[in-house]
């Protein structure tokens, strides 16, 4: 079970931390990913970490803005979210998979968190 939080309103430039609780039974070989979607718009890959390893991936559009990470001890994944522009707006969702299959497509996730809203005002 993944349980996501920290969205909400911020002003364009500014920053959010968005948590995923990860609970039950879970391997420490998996791969944790977030998704965002936007009103009208597909899923789309926004960043992956490994839970081993911890080899990261990223999409272009928010390379050098969002940091992705895990904390082994708590079974939490993180995405600090800075520089955040107006086309960030978005429901953010945590995701998890097997280390099996590329990290950015969402059909390879077996587990999907709630969803978080991040708002970003101009």
């Known amino acids: 079970q993944l349980q996501a939080s920290g969205g909400g309103l911020v002003q364009a430039g500014g920053s959010l931390r968005l948590s995923c609780a990860a609970s039950?039974?879970?391997?420490?070989?998996?791969?944790m990913g977030w998704f965002r979607q936007a009103p009208g718009k597909e899923r789309e890959f926004v960043a992956a970490i490994a839970w081993r390893g911890g080899n990261t991936y990223y999409a272009d559009s928010v390379k050098g803005r969002f940091t992705i990470s895990r904390d082994n001890a708590k079974n939490t994944g993180y995405l600090q979210t800075n520089s955040l522009k107006p086309e960030d707006t978005a429901v953010y969702y945590c995701a998890a998979k097997s280390p099996y299959g590329s990290n950015r497509y969402a059909a390879n996730y077996d587990y999907w968190g709630q969803g978080t809203q991040v708002t970003v005002s101009s």
């Open positions: 039950g039974r879970t391997g420490s070989t998996y791969v």
